[in-house]
């Protein structure tokens, strides 16, 4: 098994090394990943999918990818190829091995057939109301349905007409036949089978039955030959009735192992609450930056390689845990702090005017693209006598420890000179609207010959070369840390954040950044980290994201 030998193994990973050792399945690891296509993938299922492509890879084994479309009144096609799409970004492969749970529609009528010949399931044509009423509760054993005992010929007959859609959606249902008193309420005779006249995206019409989920997902790997059934602790009750029907089918039975879900601090996490922000607009779609989802990520400025060290970081046990956002902002920056070329943009900008640097001049300065990586090499940006600054970079009357810029104070423009301020113009109103400066040509590049020193060094872009863009800065989606649970009744989305979104239509940046395609990664100098939209401004040009800022909460916290 290819293992970093530092790192102790994970429960997971110790079960299937003994399996190994012991020549359970002579050996042989397959795993799967079964996301229903009802939704687009998130982080959660990052977790997953580093988990079951991790370990067959480091086993020597495969990973199937198997959609779980079961269910047709939610599930699409849209779904399916975004999520494809989603696993093949985070750069694992299934290879051939791409399954459906309808592809087995067949195999499971024919199992149910089985069990019901075999005494083992049987047509209940009670309703919803009553099923629910016999099911008891955790304190109460339930109570059998009146039609359990009915003859197995007619539990066929009806089942076969259910099939042939003579009947209405919940005239019956297909039970199995397990124990109405059991301490677990998932082995109260669940159901198999309900009546659903919904055309699917893969069958159409063919079927007006469709199998439960629970019905499906054991057989579904049983029928791949999946040794390892990794799954989230939510199933560790189905588990039993997995495994009976399985063992009632006298079919190939995997071993199903649960795992805590991945939680994170000032985020929902599931599809439906996900699905409600979308319908309800209070975001821009699936992928819009603030949101969780692998394309959000994505458009936010996440690489693949940041979410599957964080996923590396997290690890897969047994308790159910949060992990702090600023872990995986963590990870993020990490990477792009290696990866992302440095550029200079200014987001709210102030007017600088250099009184002695000559109105027709202009010059090309060297810039280190990636101080992390020297291969990067260098860049040129062009100087001139008016620039752009941060409006904070400057301040008339600082207090005692602002170092940047201000009347008499001198300072370092970045990659260029020494600049000392001599004048504050304002409108009528008192609004700063430009400041004076003057250059120390002796100090190009951004260092004195007689060795004098300035406390600060500013970013700025020259205002006759710089280009003018849209930037989106993006905040916490929630302002609670979990808006998900506990809140004495109130909805989630009432912690959402409403400043979560700020869009700047006037920002100035260096003019290497005039045509650059969507989807690069850049570190604005002091700023933090963005990355180029699919979308266009109003005028036509880039939109840039700000995918995080430079100042890492989770280092800072752990002493890093
Ligand atoms: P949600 O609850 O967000 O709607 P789900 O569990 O219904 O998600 P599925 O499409 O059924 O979504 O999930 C596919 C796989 O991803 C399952 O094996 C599931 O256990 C796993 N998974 C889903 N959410 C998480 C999570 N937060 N952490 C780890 N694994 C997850
Ligand atoms: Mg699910």
Request: hydrophobic share 30%.
């Amino acid at each position: 098994m290819e293992q970093d030998n530092n790192k102790s193994l994970d429960f997971i990973r110790t079960i299937i090394t003994e399996d190994m050792a012991n020549n359970k399945n002579e050996g042989r690891v397959a795993t799967r990943f079964p996301p229903e296509p009802n939704g687009h993938l998130h982080i959660g299922h990052a977790k997953s999918i580093c988990l079951n492509f991790g370990v067959a890879k480091e086993f020597g084994g495969t990973c199937n990818l198997r959609f779980d479309d079961t269910n047709p009144t939610k599930e699409n096609t849209e779904y399916v190829e975004s999520i494809m799409e989603d696993v093949k970004w985070l750069g694992f492969s299934w290879g051939d091995r791409l399954y459906y749970a309808s592809d087995y529609f067949q195999n499971l009528y024919d199992y149910a057939i089985q069990l019901i010949k075999d005494g083992k399931a049987y047509v209940d044509s009670l309703n919803a109301d009553q099923i629910r009423e016999h099911r008891g509760t955790l304190n109460e054993p339930g109570k059998e349905s009146p039609f359990r005992n009915r003859p197995v010929e007619e539990s066929i007959d009806l089942f076969e007409r259910m099939k042939s859609g003579e009947f209405d959606e919940g005239a019956h249902v297909l039970r199995a036949k397990v124990d109405m008193a059991s301490g677990n309420l998932n082995m109260r005779d669940p159901i198999m089978y309900r009546i659903l006249k919904q055309p699917h995206h893969r069958t159409g019409d063919t079927w007006s039955i469709y199998p439960m989920y629970d019905f499906a997902h054991g057989q579904s790997d049983s029928i791949e030959k999946i040794t390892h059934s990794l799954c989230t602790l939510e199933f560790e009750a189905h588990r039993p009735l997995y495994n009976w029907f399985v063992d009632e089918l006298g079919i190939y039975a995997p071993r199903q192992i649960e795992f805590a879900r991945l939680n994170l601090t000032y985020t929902v996490m599931s599809k439906r609450k996900l699905m409600q922000l979308v319908t309800e607009g209070q975001v821009s779609g699936w992928d819009d930056p603030r949101m969780p989802t692998l394309s959000g990520l994505r458009r936010r400025g996440y690489t693949a390689n940041s979410i599957k060290t964080f996923c590396d970081k997290i690890g897969v046990t047994k308790h159910d845990s949060v992990t702090d956002v600023a872990l995986l902002e963590h990870s993020l920056r990490d990477d792009l702090n290696k990866t992302a070329p440095r550029v200079m943009g200014v987001l709210n900008p102030l007017k600088v005017v250099i009184t002695n640097y000559p109105e027709d001049q202009s010059e090309e300065l060297d810039a280190v693209n990636n101080p992390e990586d020297e291969s990067a090499g260098k860049r040129k940006v062009p100087f001139s006598r008016e620039l752009y600054i941060e409006r904070d970079d400057f301040m008339e009357d600082p207090p005692k420890k602002f170092y940047r810029l201000s009347p008499g104070r001198e300072v370092r423009f970045r990659y260029a000179y020494f600049l000392t301020c001599t004048d504050v113009i304002k409108d009528e109103s008192g609004n700063i609207i430009e400041i004076h400066c003057t250059y120390d040509p002796e100090t190009k590049g951004g260092n004195a010959p007689d060795g004098r020193k300035v406390k600060a060094t500013i970013h700025w872009v020259s205002a006759k070369y710089g280009i003018k863009r849209e930037v989106r800065l993006y905040d916490r989606l929630f302002t609670d840390p979990d808006p998900e649970h506990n809140k004495e009744g109130k909805e989630f989305t009432e912690f959402l954040n409403p400043d979560s979104l700020t869009v700047l239509k006037e920002c100035y940046l260096e003019p290497s950044l005039a045509d650059v395609k969507p989807g690069v990664n850049y570190q604005f100098e002091r700023l933090g980290y963005f990355i180029t939209d699919p979308d266009v401004s109003d005028d036509g040009q880039t939109v840039f994201n700000r995918t995080v800022t430079l100042r890492d909460a989770w280092a800072k916290a752990k002493g890093r």
